[in-house]
């Protein structure tokens, strides 16, 4: 009998945990969101400019400013794929502890 008590507070600390750490990547995630969005208008902005001065610098800054947003849509990827795991375990144990209540 001792035994499903433990159990239900391990699954509410890790239902905590987890809802926690849910909270902070949504966000991170508005947060690269918003990076992302800038970096991108950048990019679209300086190919642009690279397209209608044919310059050597304005295409080397056009392809810089490219290669930060292709970066910040990688890290958006992880943190939307983190937060789809984080969503998965937290439906897990929420069907743990509806388990246990009956």
Sequence with gaps: MLFLP??????????SDVSARLKRQRAELQVID?????FADEADELRLRALVSETPLADHDH????????AMARERAKVVASIAE???????????????TR
């Design 6 to 15: 433990m159990s239900r507070w391990l699954v509410e600390r890790r239902l």
């Design 34 to 38: 918003e990076q992302l969005l800038f």
């Design 63 to 70: 392809h810089e400013a490219k290669k930060h947003a292709d």
């Design 86 to 100: 984080l969503e998965k375990a937290q439906d897990e144990l929420l069907d743990k502890l509806v388990a246990e």
